[in-house]
């Protein structure tokens, strides 16, 4: 089985260069109880590829079916096929590895596993963005690649929404997959005590004529903070001038970020 031969899959090991130009273009943060909002900045409604964010809905999805059943079951090896030149995705990968260093081959095994009619079915029952798996026009590739700048899309809103269903227990999956995906998703203690947990994504923007634009890059980061007793939800989507390490330029703003946007949150 060949997998990870999208457009994304063969950049994302591009390393730097040069230094990238970046742009926000959505910060959202939410208190995740009320929903009250903290902060929403940009242009929070458009919807792009969730690339690699997507691994949060692809975790409880595992979890719920089955086919991944603790933070290190299964650990599946790495296959030459797989196409990977990122040196970290070379191994046994298990769940807490898949997520630690986002590994495309993993999620694409386990979609696989899933199979077409389940995967579909948890994306609809999630309300995840467009919820169009279809994946790219006339290759039939939905299964393994419409997360990946293909035809699945969300926006940030949504992503958030998505979270905070996690959050609450309100996603038709059972405690114990909600339970086990929180306990993989890797975090930060930040200032003033607060812990970050969350997953990047890295992927390639369309143009409005809906063309892939492989020159630029779209960057997430997705998941939620805590705070003392208080937990909140947040999305942040950035663009920049070239793909490598969008995602890592999205997690790195936001975290030096959120202890002012939390200061007065006791």
């Given amino acids: 089985m060949r997998l990870c031969i999208s457009v994304v899959c063969l950049a994302i090991a591009i390393t730097f260069s040069s230094a ?31 690339a690699s964010s997507f691994k949060l809905a692809l975790s409880l999805m595992g979890y719920d079916a089955g086919i991944l059943t603790d933070a290190h079951s299964p650990a599946w090896p790495y296959k030459p096929e797989y196409l990977s030149t990122h040196e970290e995705w070379k191994q046994i ?12 081959w ?16 948890y994306v609809e029952k999630f309300d995840y963005g467009n919820k169009d798996v279809s994946g790219n026009p006339g290759k039939n590739d939905g299964l393994t690649e419409a997360w990946l700048s293909s035809s699945l899309q969300i926006s940030p809103v949504e992503e958030a929404r998505f979270v905070h269903k996690m959050l609450t227990g309100n996603l038709p999956v059972s405690k114990d997959a909600v339970t086990k995906t929180m306990a993989i998703v890797p975090s ?8 970050v947990h ?18 630029g890059g779209i960057g997430w980061f997705v ?12 999305a942040r989507l950035i663009r920049q001038d070239k793909l490598a390490g969008a995602g890592l330029v999205a997690r790195d703003t936001l975290k030096a970020d959120l202890p002012a946007l939390l200061a007065n949150e006791r």
């Fill in 20 to 50: 990238a130009s970046a742009e926000t273009v959505c910060t959202l943060v939410e208190e995740a109880q009320t929903g009250r909002v903290i902060k929403s900045e940009g242009d929070c409604a458009t919807r792009t590829t969730p």
């Fill in 188 to 195: 930060w203690t930040l200032a003033d005590g607060i812990v």
């Fill in 198 to 215: 969350g997953k990047t994504g890295t992927g390639v923007p369309r143009g409005p004529d809906g063309i892939l634009d492989p020159a």
């Fill in 106 to 121: 993993y999620s694409q095994v386990l979609t696989t596993k899933l199979g077409m009619d389940r995967f579909r079915g």
């Fill in 223 to 234: 998941g939620w903070a805590e705070k003392r007793e208080r937990r909140y939800v947040f």
């Fill in 93 to 104: 990968i298990d769940p807490a590895k898949w997520l630690e260093y986002s590994v495309v």
